[in-house]
């Protein structure tokens, strides 16, 4: 059974910077492919960012420039360095990974990031 458990969320102003972290239960490049996705109050989930393995990352509009998703294969874990934070970045994130299918079939529980103005 696969586990990811995110951390490094909180609460932080306008302009600041956080670094969300995911732990996996297994080697990270064991998966096709890992992402971050967020969901604020009242929205639907988002995709955020995606980094395959041996891939390219790709990152949604919002969020290009100022975030980066990146692995630690030694470390099991997934990052998301989130710079230039806006109060619109407040939101639940999620970490998914997912093996040949397309649908990302594991995820965290989330951590909760919120953005003061």
């Known amino acids: 059974q696969v586990q990811l458990v995110e951390s490094g969320g909180g609460l932080v102003q306008a302009g600041g910077s956080l670094r969300l972290s995911c732990a996996a239960s297994?080697?990270?490049?064991?998966?096709?492919?890992m992402a971050w996705y967020r969901q604020a109050p009242g929205k639907e989930r988002e995709w955020v960012a995606s980094i395959p393995s041996g891939g390219i990352t790709s990152y949604a509009d919002s969020v290009k420039g100022r975030f980066t998703i990146s692995t630690d294969n030694a470390k099991n874990t997934l990052y998301l360095q989130m710079n230039s934070l806006k109060p619109e970045d407040t939101a639940m994130y999620y970490c998914?990974?997912?093996?040949?299918?397309?649908?990302?079939?594991?995820w965290g529980q989330g951590t909760q990031v919120t953005v003061s103005s």
């Open positions: 297994r080697n990270v490049f064991s998966f096709n492919a």
């Open positions: 998914a990974a997912r093996g040949p299918e397309l649908r990302y079939k594991y």
